[in-house]
């Protein structure tokens, strides 16, 4: 019977632990910025970044995001609009809303120092359970599980049922197994075509082998409607098209909907999606003009 128990500490590690830190050692993705660094200021601007946006599309915009503001303080006080405008190309833009907002807090209420503990850290409105948890470990090396999309994914097919994903979590290895095993799931344990074949943990997974074919049929069943008719797609439109004009001048929701010419959607439509960007504190509207929030 293979033992899949995650036992840390002075009792020692698991022949999964064992196995995913050596292979992280030799094929992780150590090089990447984020993982180079143990500022929390930085970790959490790619925590930011990450979320839902692949690495490749990440990599070139933090490098920018970082240079343009290097500190807390920098971001916290820049505008809404430049550092939205800063945030093209990565979409979700109210995560660049949020993460602004995120920097007065720390400044104002922590002194410009991002607190390691987590009652403080989930005080920060903008920080759920995940990046608590991954800021603790990446950043201030606790022992916290980070239970991303990846990592969930890791671990059902493993059918390792444990209760509390902080036991998975080799003690005093909390940086390396959450990078160990968002990798895996990022690079073998895909979603769609999961490469048993080349897996270090192939003969300690329950799943394996996994057939890619009956993942993609499963996954038809249940195809989402086309990205460019959900209003994601439509939100996005709008705060590229402001993203153009000059700082403190706007656009009329009128010429707005001829200019973006997005099949389906009526002006009424357009100015629904104007309204929601507006509650989210990414966009104003002033005498019928849409600007974004300076």
């Known amino acids: 019977m293979v033992d899949r128990s995650f036992k840390g500490g002075s009792r ?3 022949p999964i632990q064992k196995r995913l830190l050596a292979w992280y ?3 992780g993705r150590a090089q990447l910025p984020w993982r180079k660094t143990r500022n929390p200021y930085r970790i959490l601007v790619s925590e930011f970044m990450l979320q839902q946006t692949q ?3 990440v990599l070139a915009k933090y490098r920018a995001f970082t240079k343009r503001y290097p500190t807390f303080e920098t971001l916290a006080s820049a505008s809404v609009a430049d550092v939205i405008r800063e945030w093209q190309g990565l979409g979700y833009n109210s995560r660049a809303l949020r993460l602004k907002r995120i920097a007065e807090t720390v400044v104002k209420q922590f002194g410009g120092a991002l607190p390691r503990d987590l009652e403080s850290l989930r005080s920060l409105k903008g920080i759920g359970p995940y990046t608590a948890a991954a800021l603790r470990a990446f950043a201030f090396d606790c022992d916290d599980a980070a239970v991303d999309t990846n990592v969930r994914r890791v671990v059902q097919r493993l059918s390792l049922g444990a209760k509390q994903p902080q036991a998975l979590v080799p003690r005093g290895r909390g940086h390396d197994w959450n990078s160990a095993v968002m990798d895996l799931g990022a690079t073998i344990c895909t979603a769609r ?5 080349i897996c270090p943990l192939r003969k300690l997974c ?3 082998p996994i057939d890619p074919a009956s993942l993609e049929r499963a ?9 460019e008719r959900t209003t994601r797609f439509a939100r996005g439109r709008v705060i590229d098209r402001l993203r153009r004009l000059p700082a403190g001048q706007g656009v009329s929701l009128l010429v707005l909907h001829r200019e973006l010419a997005m099949p389906g959607r009526t002006p009424d439509d357009l100015k629904a999606i104007v309204e929601s960007l507006a509650r989210d504190g990414l966009v104003r509207v002033h005498r019928r003009q849409v600007a974004l929030v300076e």
């Open 193 to 197: 075509a999961p490469k048993c074949s």
């Open 12 to 14: 020692g590690v698991s």
């Open 25 to 27: 050692a030799r094929n």
């Open 206 to 208: 329950a799943a394996a």
């Open 55 to 57: 690495v490749e599309r």
């Open 219 to 227: 996954r038809a069943k249940g195809a989402a409607i086309p990205f």
